[in-house]
Nanobody
């Protein structure tokens, strides 16, 4: 069974920084890509950033320059560094991973339970 566990969310003032982490555990053969999505109340879940197993990154255009995604492959962990945070960044941030559990299995998409990030003074 595969689990994604996020940590590091919380309350931060506008202009501040925060780093969230997501660790993958369980029966894993390979992790093809990991990423972060977010969802604000009344809004659809949206892409924040993704990173492939080779380190290629992709960001939502509106977040480029403020957010940075990185990955520790040895620890099956992905990080999201968020700088110059704004009130509109307030959301539940979800970790996502594309994983195969054996050499012959298909790829499956997994989600974490989400971590709340609140930007407020």
């Amino acid at each position: 069974q595969v689990q994604l566990v996020e940590s590091g969310g919380g309350l931060v003032q506008p202009g501040g920084s925060l780093r969230v982490s997501c660790a993958v555990s369980g029966s894993i053969f390979s992790i093809e890509a990991m990423g972060w999505y977010r969802q604000s109340p009344g809004m659809q879940r949206e892409l924040v950033a993704t990173i492939t197993s080779r380190g290629y990154t992709n960001y939502a255009n509106s977040l480029k320059g403020r957010f940075s995604i990185s990955r520790d492959k040895a620890k099956s962990t992905v990080f999201l560094q968020m700088n110059s945070l704004k009130a509109e960044d307030t959301a539940v941030y979800y970790c996502n991973a594309i994983i195969t559990t054996s050499p012959s299995s298909v790829r499956y998409e997994y989600w974490g339970q989400g971590t709340q990030v609140t930007v407020s003074s």
